[in-house]
């Protein structure tokens, strides 16, 4: 049941703007805590169909939010991000399709999160809001639904942190799920990226403004965000991607012997920290976000991998990037085996010197496939 701005049609309320939709109950998170009163920030693109059948739900990574496509609300007018696939005649063709973006339970772009006022002591949650997992943002997602009044989706799409939010709802709700996109993702987290996320949490952390995780009422941790961003930049872009950028060369042509940066690399990682230093990122949110991944098992709950998705019903397909080292193609391989024998998948691999990121910043070689997907 929607408690907000209960009057006109669906894509009038939530189109063209961010909205905040409150749910009407709790959320009963895995871990035995509750949340109340629990706010999703979200934003649409397209219309609703007399048959209430066209509906794609888009769900985003690690560091992104709603604001998937066209120019944003803000002085920058920066464009969403993926905005190279959704939108009139894109590969998820907002003249066909009624495209939700929401924002992921703890994530920082107004859902409820660490950010967000404890309502029994007044103040932000911090350190005190409750761990959550995939499987909690997965029921955040089927309450979303059911308050929107939408009973199954056409599609729902995801990649990385996103990816992972498909596979959690294909083993809870694989009826409402529709068509399924996974992409650069895996269906457990390998102890080599926990590892990486405990580094970047150390980062934030480290930083004397984090203040124990209490900083909203004063500066925030904006060194160790930039620390988490530069080294974070490293983990989406290869070995190759930034030999192919940046080179080694000295950006004067000679060295100058300095400490300063000399190199297009360092001057491409200090602009990476300052842009995370303005205040997009939340320190608190990201440390929510990845200590959640690490909790990311899909098989542990229900016995096998195949046992987690034994309900899925509708045709899938997976996406690897044959340079993506976080989430190797033999993971996504895992899952297409897992997969019901009656059930219609295509595992793609494609190559890109993008690693990771690639399904962001080299879209082209995904368009044609998702776009025949969909349809």
Same mark, same amino acid.
């Given at each position: 049941?929607?408690?907000?701005?209960?009057?006109?049609?669906?894509?009038?309320?939530?189109?063209?703007?961010?909205?905040?939709?409150?749910?009407?109950?709790?959320?009963?998170?895995?871990?035995?805590?509750?949340? +109340?009163?629990?706010?999703?920030?979200?934003?649409?693109?397209?219309?609703?169909?007399? !048959?209430?059948?066209?509906?794609?739900?888009?769900?985003?990574?690690?560091?992104?939010?709603?604001? &998937?496509?066209?120019?944003?609300?803000?002085?920058?007018?920066?464009?969403?991000?993926?905005?190279? !696939?959704?939108?009139?005649?894109?590969?998820?063709?907002?003249?066909?399709?009624?495209?939700?973006?929401?924002?992921?339970?703890?994530?920082?772009?107004?859902?409820?999160?660490?950010?967000?006022?404890? /309502?029994?002591?007044?103040?932000?949650?911090?350190?005190?809001?409750?761990?959550?997992?995939?499987?909690?943002?997965?029921?955040m997602h089927a309450a979303l639904l059911d308050a929107l009044g939408i009973e199954q989706l056409h599609?729902?799409?995801?990649?990385?942190?996103?990816?992972?939010?498909?596979?959690?709802?294909?083993? &809870?709700?694989?009826?409402?799920?529709?068509?399924?996109?996974?992409?650069?993702?895996?269906?457990?987290?390998?102890?080599?990226?926990?590892?990486? =996320?405990?580094?970047?949490?150390?980062?934030?952390?480290?930083? +004397?403004? =984090?203040?124990?995780?209490?900083?909203?009422?004063?500066?925030? /941790?904006?060194?160790?965000?930039?620390?988490?961003?530069?080294?974070?930049?490293?983990? =989406?872009?290869?070995?190759?991607?930034?030999?192919?950028?940046?080179?080694?060369? +000295?950006?004067?042509?000679?060295?100058?012997?300095?400490?300063?940066?000399?190199?297009?690399?360092?001057?491409?990682?200090?602009?990476?920290?300052?842009?995370?230093?303005?205040?997009?990122?939340?320190?608190?949110?990201?440390?929510?976000?990845?200590?959640?991944?690490?909790?990311?098992?899909?098989?542990?709950?229900?016995?096998?991998?195949?046992?987690?998705?034994?309900?899925?019903?509708?045709?899938?397909?997976?996406?690897?990037?044959?340079?993506?080292?976080?989430?190797?193609?033999?993971?996504?391989?895992?899952?297409?085996?897992?997969?019901?024998?009656?059930?219609?998948?295509?595992?793609?691999?494609?190559?890109?010197?993008?690693?990771?990121?690639?399904?962001?910043?080299?879209?082209?070689?995904?368009?044609?496939?998702?776009?025949?997907?969909?349809?």
């Amino acid at each position: 049941m929607l408690r907000s701005d209960p009057e006109g049609r669906l894509e009038d309320r939530l189109n063209a703007r961010p909205h905040l939709i409150t749910l009407a109950d709790p959320l009963q998170l895995q871990s035995g805590a509750v949340l +109340p009163d629990v706010q999703i920030a979200c934003q649409s693109y397209g219309h609703l169909n007399e !048959a209430q059948d066209n509906a794609v739900l888009v769900l985003h990574g690690l560091t992104s939010d709603q604001h &998937a496509a066209g120019a944003s609300s803000g002085p920058a007018r920066k464009p969403g991000w993926w905005n190279a !696939a959704i939108g009139p005649g894109k590969a998820i063709d907002t003249d066909r399709y009624f495209v939700i973006v929401p924002n992921v339970l703890g994530g920082a772009g107004g859902t409820t999160s660490p950010a967000a006022q404890n /309502p029994s002591t007044g103040r932000p949650y911090g350190l005190s809001f409750p761990v959550i997992t995939l499987a909690d943002m997965a029921k955040m997602h089927a309450a979303l639904l059911d308050a929107l009044g939408i009973e199954q989706l056409h599609a729902t799409i995801g990649g990385c942190l996103g990816g992972f939010q498909v596979l959690e709802m294909l083993a &809870a709700c694989p009826a409402r799920t529709g068509k399924s996109v996974i992409i650069s993702a895996t269906a457990r987290t390998s102890a080599h990226n926990t590892a990486l =996320w405990a580094v970047l949490r150390a980062a934030l952390m480290s930083d +004397p403004n =984090w203040r124990g995780g209490d900083y909203y009422n004063g500066p925030g /941790p904006s060194a160790g965000l930039g620390l988490l961003a530069m080294t974070g930049a490293l983990f =989406w872009m290869s070995r190759e991607t930034l030999e192919r950028r940046f080179g080694i060369a +000295p950006v004067s042509g000679v060295p100058r012997y300095t400490m300063e940066p000399d190199f297009a690399v360092e001057q491409f990682l200090n602009s990476v920290k300052e842009n995370a230093s303005k205040g997009r990122l939340d320190a608190n949110s990201l440390i929510y976000l990845t200590r959640a991944i690490d909790y990311f098992d899909l098989a542990r709950d229900a016995g096998s991998l195949q046992l987690a998705l034994k309900g899925v019903q509708n045709p899938v397909l997976l996406v690897s990037y044959a340079s993506d080292w976080r989430y190797p193609v033999e993971e996504m391989a895992e899952i297409a085996k897992a997969l019901p024998e009656n059930v219609p998948h295509q595992h793609l691999t494609l190559e890109s010197t993008m690693g990771h990121g690639a399904f962001l910043y080299e879209f082209e070689s995904l368009r044609p496939a998702l776009s025949e997907f969909l349809r």
